[in-house]
């Protein structure tokens, strides 16, 4: 069977996400949108308590990122060719790690330069951020990824990078349980080990998730194109009800921005929808028109980057400029800056990457023959 290991219709929905976090920082700069405004007349609460906050959802996003890694992480092993597992990390390592260094140093550098510890009348996000100094033990937390330290202190987005991490570790052995049992076992295990809430446990079903949706994609793209063009507008508006549950109907959590098992199932229902319809015939479309693609392209390093550019432009410039300058600033210097790290840090980190494996792979065989 061959597999297609690329769709451009996912690759466009990460960079669209990617926007969403990217905005989700922009505002949380301000004290009216990291702060509980509920109840009140304030015209904000139309964006924070609403479905409206879709176009913010800097969590939500973040597990939209866990689904779509399990669905193209998946698509290698459900092809007739084995995959190595040494390979397999091998590739990751230099896909994460490198253009993540690479933005590490950046934020350092610019941390020491611009960094005042803090501006008054900023949100208590805003100023929680770049304050602490830069120890060894940080530093080397920092280098690694995998061991629990202070997720945000130089780079707010790192604490799902290490989670993105350290499930990749363990994936390929979850491909084993997910390739031989039903989808319906599967789904019970990964929502069993989130119940149990411990770190990485909490996020594991939604790449099970993605993996399930990539296994069963054909069946499903199949039964679902066959639905009228309404009933897909229909499916469409409530993934987006289900993806902003915790700010309309679980109050609660949006306030407070907390999570529970019951509003992440429902959120991420809403994700697995979204990615369905992303294969119909006019989604589709719509989906791989150029900037959607190219977003999709840059979407990692947007990720990385954009809160690291914002933080140091509202250093340098908000004495002298209202901050939706300052935004719009940010987000022209964010897509140039993420398609210099795509050029010189993604691209290559990637070619790297599998020659490497490539090279350990035929020096393992070589050894086994030799044996």
């Given at each position: 069977?061959?597999?297609?290991?690329?769709?451009?219709?996912?690759?466009?929905?990460?960079?669209?996400?990617?926007?969403?976090?990217?905005?989700?920082?922009?505002?949380?700069?301000?004290?009216?949108?990291?702060?509980?405004?509920?109840?009140?007349?304030?015209?904000?609460?139309?964006?924070?308590?609403?479905?409206?906050?879709?176009?913010?959802?800097?969590?939500?996003?973040?597990?939209?990122?866990?689904?779509?890694?399990?669905?193209?992480?998946?698509?290698?092993?459900?092809?007739?060719?084995?995959?190595?597992?040494?390979?397999?990390?091998?590739?990751?390592?230099?896909?994460?790690?490198?253009?993540?260094?690479?933005?590490?140093?950046?934020?350092?550098?610019?941390?020491?330069?611009?960094?005042?510890?803090?501006?008054?009348?900023?949100?208590?996000?805003?100023?929680?951020?770049?304050?602490?100094?830069?120890?060894?033990?940080?530093?080397?937390?920092?280098?690694?990824?995998?061991?629990?330290?202070?997720?945000?202190?130089?780079?707010?987005?790192?604490?799902?990078?290490?989670?993105?991490?350290?499930?990749?570790?363990?994936?390929?052995?979850?491909?084993?349980?997910?390739?031989?049992?039903?989808?319906?076992?599967?789904?019970?295990?990964?929502?069993?080990?989130?119940?149990?809430?411990?770190?990485?446990?909490?996020?594991?079903?939604?790449?099970?998730?993605?993996?399930?949706?990539?296994?069963?994609?054909?069946?499903?793209?199949?039964?679902?194109?066959?639905?009228?063009?309404?009933?897909?507008?229909?499916?469409?508006?409530?993934?987006?009800?289900?993806?902003?549950?915790?700010?309309?109907?679980?109050?609660?959590?949006?306030?407070?921005?907390?999570?529970?098992?019951?509003?992440?199932?429902?959120?991420?229902?809403?994700?697995?929808?979204?990615?369905?319809?992303?294969?119909?015939?006019?989604?589709?479309?719509?989906?791989?028109?150029?900037?959607?693609?190219?977003?999709?392209?840059?979407?990692?390093?947007?990720?990385?980057?954009?809160?690291?550019?914002?933080?140091?432009?509202?250093?340098?410039?908000?004495?002298?400029?209202?901050?939706?300058?300052?935004?719009?600033?940010?987000?022209?210097?964010?897509?140039?800056?993420?398609?210099?790290?795509?050029?010189?840090?993604?691209?290559?980190?990637?070619?790297?990457?599998?020659?490497?494996?490539?090279?350990?792979?035929?020096l393992g065989k070589g050894k086994r023959q030799l044996g």
């Open positions: 069977m061959v597999v297609q290991d690329r769709y451009q219709e996912l690759d466009s929905l990460r960079g669209i996400v990617a926007l969403t976090v990217l905005a989700y920082h922009y505002f949380l700069v301000l004290i009216v949108f990291n702060s509980d405004t509920f109840g009140s007349s304030n015209w904000v609460n139309l964006l924070k308590y609403t479905p409206l906050h879709v176009f913010w959802a800097g969590y939500e996003a973040v597990l939209f990122f866990f689904v779509l890694s399990g669905f193209v992480l998946s698509l290698k092993f459900y092809s007739r060719k084995k995959v190595s597992y040494r390979s397999f990390l091998i590739k990751r390592w230099f896909r994460i790690y490198v253009p993540y260094y690479g933005i590490l140093i950046l934020a350092l550098t610019l941390f020491a330069l611009v960094s005042r510890l803090g501006i008054p009348g900023l949100s208590g996000w805003f100023n929680s951020i770049w304050v602490r100094p830069v120890t060894f033990g940080s530093l080397l937390n920092h280098l690694v990824l995998i061991r629990p330290f202070g997720y945000g202190q130089y780079i707010p987005v790192l604490w799902s990078l290490a989670v993105e991490v350290r499930i990749s570790i363990i994936f390929p052995l979850l491909m084993l349980f997910i390739k031989k049992y039903d989808w319906k076992l599967n789904l019970l295990l990964g929502i069993g080990l989130a119940a149990f809430y411990y770190e990485i446990m909490a996020f594991v079903y939604l790449f099970i998730l993605g993996a399930l949706l990539a296994k069963h994609r054909k069946t499903i793209c199949s039964r679902f194109g066959k639905l009228s063009g309404m009933l897909k507008i229909m499916l469409l508006v409530i993934s987006g009800l289900l993806y902003t549950v915790r700010y309309w109907a679980f109050i609660d959590e949006g306030i407070g921005d907390q999570h529970s098992l019951m509003s992440d199932v429902l959120i991420s229902s809403g994700i697995a929808l979204l990615i369905i319809l992303a294969f119909s015939t006019r989604m589709s479309g719509f989906l791989k028109i150029k900037p959607f693609v190219f977003l999709g392209k840059i979407s990692y390093s947007i990720y990385l980057s954009h809160a690291v550019i914002l933080i140091t432009l509202i250093y340098a410039f908000y004495s002298y400029l209202p901050i939706y300058i300052i935004w719009l600033i940010s987000l022209f210097v964010t897509i140039i800056a993420s398609f210099v790290s795509y050029k010189c840090l993604e691209q290559p980190a990637i070619r790297v990457g599998r020659r490497f494996a490539e090279k350990q792979e035929a």
